[in-house]
């Protein structure tokens, strides 16, 4: 059983930035394999960032690559995604997720833990 919780949401004008962290309750952390998928309303769940057990190899979706970094701190428990230079059209409710494959999935479906979701609001 895995816990995820976010935090760090919030409103911000374009051009600012935010750091979401997820916090995992679970005993085995170094070894999970997550992500961070995003939902604006009126579409699909989106796979933002995304990285294997190791947090050695990560996936960026085109809009981020640049503006936010994935970072995974097994002493903390706790996954960063931070954001920079934010754009209205990133505006969503955020969630970490994570599965039990190791490797990186780009599918929600895949994905077997889910935290709450946290709401980013990028004003213009």
């Known amino acids: 059983q895995v816990q995820l919780e976010e935090s760090g949401g919030g409103s911000v004008q374009a051009g600012g930035s935010l750091r979401l962290s997820c916090a995992a309750s679970?005993?085995?952390?170094?070894?999970?394999?997550m992500g961070w998928f995003r939902q604006a309303p009126g579409k699909d769940r989106e796979l933002v960032v995304a990285?294997?057990?190791?947090?050695?190899?990560?996936y960026y979706e085109e809009s981020v690559k640049g503006r936010f970094t994935i970072a995974k701190v097994n002493a903390e428990n706790t996954v960063y995604l931070q954001m920079n230079s934010l754009k209205p059209e990133d505006t969503a409710v955020y969630y970490c997720?994570?599965?039990?494959?190791?490797?990186?999935?780009?599918?929600?479906?895949?994905?077997?833990?889910w935290g709450q979701g946290t709401q980013v609001t990028v004003s213009s």
């Open positions: 990285f294997d057990w190791s947090g050695s190899s990560t």
């Open positions: 997720a994570s599965h039990p494959y190791g490797d990186i999935r780009y599918y929600a479906a895949d994905y077997t833990y």
């Open positions: 679970v005993r085995t952390f170094s070894n999970l394999a």
